[in-house]
């Protein structure tokens, strides 16, 4: 296999990732080999991604902020005349690429997710084709770093790469997973995950216009602040959660006659807020308070990383979380005597000297984000680690690339 080293050091920084690589590439290597008797051929990789701010403004047309971190899928794959995906800990992947039929039975599942990357390329008139991968992910599944949207990504740059000479630009890549998520998963879902991971790096996107998005690309650098994630618990089982922030604010938006908050100005809502209340529940209206103030946020957080004023970027950042856990109310799942996510906060702001820490991506369980000065993270992480475990706490680094070939 050949692969530009170059491209390492954008994927995985100087970190221990760099190290690291070729004996996981040697590892997934001897499995294609053993199963199909010759090396492979090509190298993908796809990422997780972090939520800066813009915490669930996505699926209504709003602006976020997010970012492509160092943990990642990797992958050696071939061209062939059907699917086959073998993955460690699932049961091989084997199906003609033509077959892309929606079967109930399949929502929630892998398979879901490929037919529906593949049924994405076909209804946009892109090619599809088949193909032999081996694969491995240290994302790990259901806490909030998007494990699905990377698989998505990760499909859909293969089939952009073997079939269609790389057509397909990076929105168009996350459109396609998006209709994977939300039509053959079975997940309602807005395009930040995707998105994020399709383009690499911090990303401003500015989704007002959803087929003509404003994308603003800002590199690597968190102003001195490194990321720390926590995971407090499994998200992955939370879809009726997330689908009733969306309907509630649908709610709102369907009162003024719109399809989407972002539609409605703030002014016009404020107004009519005595009218709305007989019409919504307080909750609905919080959560559309808190729409409107994490779009400004968004725009406050870009400012700072642009002025490099991480004092802004941090107490911004603050703001989105105390407003996500107050307005819009996806710090736990109604009834949890757990919340996991209201502890690890609190934990976490007890050891920070220099930072902060926020909900991070859909809530209600899943992960905290911290951001610690680079001197602190190690020193932060043990300390977080003693709490809630060494598998549920790890660092990450910003990444320069996207879903990519190498």
């Given at each position: 296999?050949i692969?530009n080293?170059?491209?390492?050091t ?34 993908f ?5 972090i939520?800066i ?10 602006r ?5 971190i ?45 037919k ?31 494990s ?35 039509v ?12 994020g991971?399709?383009?690499?790096g ?5 989704f ?25 618990g499994?998200h ?11 309907g509630?604010?649908?709610?709102v938006?369907?009162y003024f006659g719109?399809?989407?908050?972002r ?32 779009n ?111």
């Amino acid at each position: 296999m050949i692969y530009n080293e170059e491209n390492l050091t954008k994927i995985y920084g100087n970190g221990k990732g760099v190290a690291e690589f070729p004996a996981r590439i040697g590892i997934l290597n001897d499995v294609f080999k053993a199963k199909f008797g010759h090396d492979s051929t090509d190298i993908f990789s796809s990422p997780g991604r972090i939520e800066i701010c813009g915490n669930h403004t996505d699926h209504n047309n709003g602006r976020v902020l997010v970012g492509t971190i160092d943990c990642d899928m990797l992958a050696v794959v071939e061209k062939a005349d059907k699917v086959h995906i073998i993955s460690e800990g699932y049961v091989d992947m084997i199906f003609d690429f033509n077959d892309t039929a929606l079967l109930p039975r399949e929502k929630g599942k892998s398979k879901a997710m490929v037919k529906g990357v593949l049924q994405g390329f076909k209804d946009r008139g892109f090619n599809i084709g088949g193909f032999r991968m081996v694969m491995d992910s240290r994302i790990f599944k259901g806490a909030g770093v998007s494990s699905s949207a990377a698989y998505e990504l990760l499909m859909a740059e293969i089939l952009n790469f073997y079939y269609n000479d790389g057509a397909l630009d990076r929105f168009k890549m996350a459109e396609v997973g998006q209709f994977s998520e939300n039509v053959y998963f079975g997940k309602p879902c807005g395009l930040l995950d995707q998105s994020g991971i399709s383009f690499g790096g911090i990303v401003d996107i500015d989704f007002k216009n959803p087929k003509e998005p404003i994308v603003n690309r800002l590199g690597c650098d968190l102003l001195g602040y490194e990321v720390v994630i926590v995971n407090t618990g499994d998200h992955s089982s939370l879809t009726k959660e997330y689908a009733a922030i969306i309907g509630e604010l649908s709610q709102v938006a369907e009162y003024f006659g719109e399809k989407v908050l972002r539609d409605v100005p703030q002014e016009r809502f404020m107004i009519k807020l005595p009218q709305l209340r007989k019409k919504v529940s307080g909750r609905a209206i919080l959560r559309a308070i808190h729409f409107y103030e994490e779009n400004y946020r968004v725009e406050i957080a870009v400012r700072a990383i642009k002025e490099k004023k991480s004092k802004l970027l941090l107490s911004t950042i603050e703001k989105s979380g105390l407003s996500s856990q107050i307005n819009l109310q996806n710090a736990y799942k109604e009834g949890d005597l757990n919340q996991g996510i209201p502890l690890a906060l609190a934990v976490a702001k007890t050891f920070i000297k220099d930072g902060t820490a926020r909900v991070h991506g859909g809530g209600f369980a899943g992960t905290i984000i911290a951001f610690v000065k680079s001197r602190d993270k190690v020193k932060f992480a043990n300390k977080m680690k003693n709490v809630f475990g060494n598998d549920n706490v790890f660092s990450a680094t910003l990444r320069e690339l996207g879903t990519c070939h190498l």
